[in-house]
């Protein structure tokens, strides 16, 4: 079974530009989440998607914006670039049900420098 | 605001000595805390994990300790191994939604 794959592994930007960054889950999960990862502040949560709705939101500029698939897969955006914005975008998907806790499955994240 | 705290951010333990990372939380409500396991140029992975309604989980050599009065949490890893030198994050989860410590960078020495 194929694990979450996310493209595109490395990318750099400068400040003011966009980016795009995807994730395939497991074939089956419905769920799809994103964090950033940054050196000290370890995993912040960004959002996640279930059968294409956002149910959870965390603490982030509305720069920061994603989107799902009916097929699953997810897409998160970042306008306007800042050099704050340079960390490791972590894709994880779940299987589990509304209200429920299920286990999260990482991908191997897309590092963003922004110069 | 930190939802987890965790600690200590680095750790050096020898080969065959024990490792212990803690952790707090704040909010009751979380329901469901497991530990991450990340080697460098990889996505974190679930190592082991314990609900509220339990105050130990041993899986092999990890078992995670679990206080729900003190709001605590830790993960001992008996009989270190250099193949455990890896970050370990401990999350705390109420629904969908998670929250993760800032991670501790363990190194086991040979």
């Known amino acids: 079974k194929a694990g979450v794959t996310q493209t595109p592994r490395y990318l750099i930007k400068t400040r003011g530009q966009q980016v795009t960054l995807s994730c395939s889950p497991i074939s089956g999960h419905r769920s799809v989440s994103w964090y950033q990862q940054t050196p000290g502040q370890g995993l912040q949560f960004l959002f996640e998607y279930f059968s294409e709705t956002q149910r959870n939101k965390g603490n982030f500029p509305g720069r920061f914006s994603g989107r799902q698939f009916s097929n699953s897969r997810s897409e998160m955006n970042v306008s306007t670039l800042e050099l704050g914005d340079s960390a490791l975008y972590l894709c994880?998907?779940?299987?589990?049900?509304?209200?429920?806790?299920?286990?999260?499955?990482f991908g191997e994240g897309s590092r963003l420098t922004v110069l | 605001q930190q939802q987890v705290k965790q600690s200590p951010q680095s750790l050096i333990v020898q080969k065959g000595g024990i490792s212990i990372i803690n952790c707090a939380y704040e909010?009751?409500?979380?329901?469901?805390f497991p530990w991450y396991q990340q080697f460098p140029g990889k996505g974190p992975a679930l190592l082991i994990a314990i609900r509220p309604d339990v105050s130990e989980k041993k899986e092999g050599r990890f078992t995670i300790s679990f206080n729900k009065s003190a709001k605590q949490f830790s993960l001992h890893i008996m009989d270190s191994q250099p193949g455990d030198s890896a970050t370990y994050f401990c999350?705390?989860?109420?629904?969908?939604?998670?929250?993760f410590g800032t991670g501790t960078s363990l190194t086991v020495i040979p």
């Open positions: 909010n009751t409500a979380f329901d469901y």
């Open positions: 999350a705390a989860s109420m629904g969908n939604q998670f929250y």
């Open positions: 994880a998907s779940s299987l589990n049900a509304l209200g429920t806790t299920g286990e999260l499955f």
